[in-house]
């Protein structure tokens, strides 16, 4: 079993930065991807930005230029660097382990709070 906890979430200006960290307790094995999603109120969803465990990454438009998603697997931590806010990316920040090898899992955390002040 595997815990994901952020962190990093808080009250900024627009065009201000965050950087939200994503820790997970526990052994993580095989081939996966680690993501963040957003959820703003009254909406779905989104995926944000993805890193798999071979470095790739895959960006939504919305973060593309602004933010940078990595992770350091000796801490089994996932970072997300969010530059030039927007009031717009407001939204409870999500972090999702999923195992795509022989070893399925998918664990989310609990979410953490950005809000973006105009």
């Known amino acids: 079993q595997v815990q994901l906890v952020e962190s990093g979430g808080g009250l900024v200006q627009a065009g201000g930065s965050l950087t939200l960290s994503c820790a997970a307790s526990g052994s993580i094995s095989g081939v996966n991807e680690m993501s963040w999603h957003r959820q703003a109120p009254g909406k779905q969803r989104e995926l944000v930005a993805a890193?798999?465990?071979?470095?790739?990454?895959n960006y939504a438009d919305s973060a593309k230029g602004r933010f940078t998603i990595s992770r350091d697997d000796a801490k089994n931590t996932m970072y997300l660097q969010m530059h030039s806010l927007k009031p717009e990316d407001t939204a409870v920040y999500y972090c999702?382990?999923?195992?795509?090898?022989?070893?399925?899992?998918?664990?989310w955390g609990q979410g953490t709070q950005v809000t973006v002040s105009s």
């Open positions: 999702n382990l999923v195992g795509l090898g022989f070893a399925h899992y998918d664990y």
């Open positions: 890193i798999l465990s071979s470095g790739s990454t």
